[in-house]
Protein backbone atom coordinates (compact mmCIF):
# COMPACT_ATOMS: atom_id res chain seq x y z
CA UNK A 1 0.00 0.00 0.00
CA UNK A 2 1.54 3.22 -1.15
CA UNK A 3 1.57 5.66 1.89
CA UNK A 4 0.32 9.19 1.98
CA UNK A 5 3.43 11.49 2.53
CA UNK A 6 3.09 14.65 4.20
CA UNK A 7 5.26 17.44 4.57
CA UNK A 8 5.08 19.84 7.66
CA UNK A 9 6.03 23.50 7.01
CA UNK A 10 6.43 25.71 9.79
CA UNK A 11 9.27 28.31 11.35
CA UNK A 12 8.77 26.80 14.36
CA UNK A 13 11.13 23.73 15.22
CA UNK A 14 8.58 23.13 17.93
CA UNK A 15 5.34 23.30 16.13
CA UNK A 16 6.78 20.98 13.45
CA UNK A 17 8.08 18.48 16.13
CA UNK A 18 4.54 18.28 17.79
CA UNK A 19 2.53 17.41 14.85
CA UNK A 20 5.72 14.58 13.46
CA UNK A 21 4.81 13.17 16.64
CA UNK A 22 0.96 13.21 16.83
CA UNK A 23 0.73 11.75 12.90
CA UNK A 24 3.74 9.12 13.28
CA UNK A 25 1.00 7.01 15.28
CA UNK A 26 -0.71 6.45 11.29
CA UNK A 27 1.16 3.82 9.84
CA UNK A 28 0.08 4.68 5.96
CA UNK A 29 1.87 8.38 6.77
CA UNK A 30 5.33 9.28 5.81
CA UNK A 31 6.16 12.15 7.61
CA UNK A 32 8.75 14.87 6.19
CA UNK A 33 9.92 17.56 7.55
CA UNK A 34 11.43 21.00 5.98
CA UNK A 35 12.27 24.27 7.81
CA UNK A 36 10.80 27.28 5.47
CA UNK A 37 14.15 28.75 5.55
CA UNK A 38 15.88 25.93 3.71
CA UNK A 39 14.33 26.07 0.23
CA UNK A 40 10.89 24.21 0.56
CA UNK A 41 9.89 23.94 -3.06
CA UNK A 42 13.60 22.10 -3.58
CA UNK A 43 12.31 19.79 -1.21
CA UNK A 44 8.66 19.32 -2.34
CA UNK A 45 10.60 19.18 -5.76
CA UNK A 46 12.33 15.85 -4.84
CA UNK A 47 9.46 14.68 -2.71
CA UNK A 48 6.57 15.29 -4.48
CA UNK A 49 4.36 14.84 -1.30
CA UNK A 50 0.90 13.82 -1.25
CA UNK A 51 -0.07 16.71 1.59
CA UNK A 52 1.67 20.34 2.83
CA UNK A 53 0.98 21.37 6.09
CA UNK A 54 1.88 24.62 5.82
CA UNK A 55 1.70 26.41 9.06
CA UNK A 56 2.44 30.22 9.02
CA UNK A 57 1.44 34.03 10.27
CA UNK A 58 -1.12 34.38 7.28
CA UNK A 59 -1.50 37.86 8.12
CA UNK A 60 2.26 37.60 6.10
CA UNK A 61 2.84 38.07 2.49
CA UNK A 62 5.22 34.50 2.72
CA UNK A 63 3.20 32.30 3.95
CA UNK A 64 0.42 33.00 1.44
CA UNK A 65 2.58 33.54 -1.29
CA UNK A 66 4.61 29.84 -0.73
CA UNK A 67 0.59 28.16 -0.58
CA UNK A 68 0.07 29.77 -3.76
CA UNK A 69 3.27 29.12 -5.66
CA UNK A 70 3.17 24.92 -4.66
CA UNK A 71 -0.46 24.82 -6.09
CA UNK A 72 0.28 26.64 -8.96
CA UNK A 73 3.89 24.44 -9.42
CA UNK A 74 2.63 21.01 -7.94
CA UNK A 75 -0.83 20.78 -8.58
CA UNK A 76 -1.13 17.28 -7.32
CA UNK A 77 0.29 18.33 -3.85
CA UNK A 78 -2.09 19.73 -1.89
CA UNK A 79 -2.16 22.49 0.67
CA UNK A 80 -3.49 22.55 3.81
CA UNK A 81 -2.73 25.98 5.51
CA UNK A 82 -2.46 26.13 9.47
CA UNK A 83 -3.15 29.52 11.22
CA UNK A 84 -3.19 29.62 15.30
CA UNK A 85 -6.29 30.94 14.55
CA UNK A 86 -7.85 32.03 10.75
CA UNK A 87 -10.07 34.92 10.79
CA UNK A 88 -12.42 35.81 7.68
CA UNK A 89 -9.83 37.76 6.32
CA UNK A 90 -7.14 34.94 6.20
CA UNK A 91 -9.56 32.92 5.00
CA UNK A 92 -10.41 34.88 2.36
CA UNK A 93 -6.93 35.04 1.18
CA UNK A 94 -6.05 31.45 1.84
CA UNK A 95 -8.94 30.25 -0.68
CA UNK A 96 -7.18 32.81 -3.54
CA UNK A 97 -4.12 30.27 -2.83
CA UNK A 98 -6.14 27.05 -3.94
CA UNK A 99 -5.70 25.42 -0.36
CA UNK A 100 -7.48 22.75 0.46
CA UNK A 101 -8.17 23.19 3.46
CA UNK A 102 -7.33 26.20 6.06
CA UNK A 103 -7.54 25.12 9.74
CA UNK A 104 -6.84 26.17 13.38
CA UNK A 105 -3.43 25.09 14.45
CA UNK A 106 -5.19 23.87 17.50
CA UNK A 107 -6.89 21.23 15.96
CA UNK A 108 -6.90 18.05 17.46
CA UNK A 109 -4.87 15.31 16.02
CA UNK A 110 -8.01 12.79 14.93
CA UNK A 111 -9.83 15.84 12.64
CA UNK A 112 -5.95 16.59 11.46
CA UNK A 113 -5.53 13.13 9.87
CA UNK A 114 -9.39 13.09 8.60
CA UNK A 115 -8.67 16.21 6.58
CA UNK A 116 -5.83 14.85 5.46
CA UNK A 117 -7.35 11.55 4.68
CA UNK A 118 -9.88 13.53 2.97
CA UNK A 119 -7.99 15.64 0.86
CA UNK A 120 -6.16 12.73 -0.21
CA UNK A 121 -9.22 11.61 -1.62
CA UNK A 122 -10.01 14.28 -3.57
CA UNK A 123 -12.17 16.45 -1.34
CA UNK A 124 -11.81 20.21 -0.12
CA UNK A 125 -12.50 20.45 3.31
CA UNK A 126 -12.31 24.42 2.59
CA UNK A 127 -15.55 24.31 1.04
CA UNK A 128 -17.23 23.52 4.50
CA UNK A 129 -15.52 26.91 6.17
CA UNK A 130 -16.76 28.36 3.29
CA UNK A 131 -20.13 27.45 4.20
CA UNK A 132 -20.18 28.40 7.66
CA UNK A 133 -18.97 32.04 6.91
CA UNK A 134 -21.88 33.51 5.03
CA UNK A 135 -19.85 36.26 5.03
CA UNK A 136 -17.01 34.54 3.37
CA UNK A 137 -19.22 32.71 1.04
CA UNK A 138 -20.56 35.82 -0.33
CA UNK A 139 -17.15 37.33 -1.24
CA UNK A 140 -16.42 34.29 -2.91
CA UNK A 141 -19.37 34.28 -5.25
CA UNK A 142 -18.25 37.95 -6.38
CA UNK A 143 -14.93 36.77 -6.81
CA UNK A 144 -16.17 33.88 -9.05
CA UNK A 145 -18.59 36.46 -11.10
CA UNK A 146 -15.84 38.74 -12.02
CA UNK A 147 -13.34 36.49 -13.36
CA UNK A 148 -13.61 35.95 -16.81
CA UNK A 149 -14.35 31.71 -18.09
CA UNK A 150 -11.44 33.48 -20.79
CA UNK A 151 -9.35 33.92 -17.97
CA UNK A 152 -9.72 31.18 -16.32
CA UNK A 153 -8.94 28.62 -18.95
CA UNK A 154 -6.04 30.70 -19.96
CA UNK A 155 -4.88 30.47 -16.52
CA UNK A 156 -5.17 26.51 -16.81
CA UNK A 157 -2.98 25.96 -20.15
CA UNK A 158 -0.36 28.27 -19.47
CA UNK A 159 0.45 27.23 -16.04
CA UNK A 160 4.60 26.91 -16.28
CA UNK A 161 6.28 23.44 -16.20
CA UNK A 162 9.10 23.36 -13.48
CA UNK A 163 12.92 22.70 -14.40
CA UNK A 164 12.16 19.38 -13.51
CA UNK A 165 9.27 18.22 -15.77
CA UNK A 166 10.07 20.35 -18.77
CA UNK A 167 13.36 17.39 -18.13
CA UNK A 168 10.98 15.04 -18.49
CA UNK A 169 8.73 16.67 -21.31
CA UNK A 170 11.76 16.48 -23.54
CA UNK A 171 12.93 13.02 -22.45
CA UNK A 172 9.04 12.27 -23.22
CA UNK A 173 9.44 14.15 -26.52
CA UNK A 174 12.36 12.07 -27.73
CA UNK A 175 10.44 8.51 -26.63
CA UNK A 176 11.37 7.14 -23.44
CA UNK A 177 9.39 5.15 -21.20
CA UNK A 178 8.56 6.57 -17.57
CA UNK A 179 10.98 3.79 -16.37
CA UNK A 180 13.59 4.81 -18.70
CA UNK A 181 13.36 8.32 -17.66
CA UNK A 182 13.86 7.22 -13.88
CA UNK A 183 16.91 5.02 -14.94
CA UNK A 184 18.65 8.13 -16.67
CA UNK A 185 17.47 10.63 -13.65
CA UNK A 186 18.43 8.43 -10.84
CA UNK A 187 14.67 8.46 -9.26
CA UNK A 188 12.10 5.92 -9.43
CA UNK A 189 9.62 5.03 -11.60
CA UNK A 190 6.56 6.08 -9.37
CA UNK A 191 8.19 9.51 -9.10
CA UNK A 192 8.51 10.14 -12.85
CA UNK A 193 4.54 9.18 -12.79
CA UNK A 194 3.64 12.08 -10.72
CA UNK A 195 5.26 13.67 -12.73
CA UNK A 196 3.59 13.34 -15.58
CA UNK A 197 0.32 12.99 -13.91
CA UNK A 198 1.35 16.71 -12.72
CA UNK A 199 2.24 17.48 -16.50
CA UNK A 200 -0.69 16.18 -17.74
CA UNK A 201 -3.23 18.36 -15.34
CA UNK A 202 -1.03 21.51 -16.18
CA UNK A 203 -1.46 21.22 -20.19
CA UNK A 204 -5.00 19.98 -19.52
CA UNK A 205 -3.50 17.28 -22.33
CA UNK A 206 -5.38 13.67 -22.70
CA UNK A 207 -2.30 11.84 -23.09
CA UNK A 208 1.81 12.04 -23.52
CA UNK A 209 1.34 12.76 -27.05
CA UNK A 210 -1.18 15.97 -26.58
CA UNK A 211 1.07 17.18 -23.74
CA UNK A 212 4.12 17.20 -26.14
CA UNK A 213 2.42 18.56 -28.82
CA UNK A 214 1.19 21.52 -26.95
CA UNK A 215 4.21 21.93 -24.90
CA UNK A 216 6.38 22.28 -28.54
CA UNK A 217 3.33 24.68 -29.87
CA UNK A 218 3.87 27.03 -26.76
CA UNK A 219 7.92 26.54 -26.75
CA UNK A 220 8.57 25.22 -23.46
CA UNK A 221 10.66 22.53 -25.61
CA UNK A 222 11.94 22.19 -29.17
CA UNK A 223 10.70 20.25 -31.56
CA UNK A 224 13.59 18.36 -31.81
CA UNK A 225 13.95 17.06 -28.06
CA UNK A 226 17.55 18.14 -26.21
CA UNK A 227 16.52 16.11 -23.07
CA UNK A 228 20.12 13.82 -22.84
CA UNK A 229 21.84 17.97 -22.82
CA UNK A 230 19.90 18.61 -19.52
CA UNK A 231 21.04 15.02 -18.04
CA UNK A 232 24.61 16.15 -18.31
Given at each position: ???????????????????????????????????????????????????????????????????????????????????????????????????????????????LVNTIKRACG??????????????????????????????????????????????????????????????VLGISEQTIK???????????????????????????????????????
Amino acid sequence: MNKISVMIIDEQPFFRAGVRQALSQESDFKILDCDPTQDPLGLIEANLPSIVLLGSDLGTHSGLELGRTIARYYPNTKVVMLSPNPNDEELFEVIKTAAVACLSKNINTPELVNTIKRACGGEYPINESVMNRPKIAVRVLEQFQSTSPIAKTMAAVIAPLTNRETQIMRYIADGNTNKEIGHVLGISEQTIKSHVSAILRKLNANDRAHAVALAIRSSWIPPEGTAQELSQ
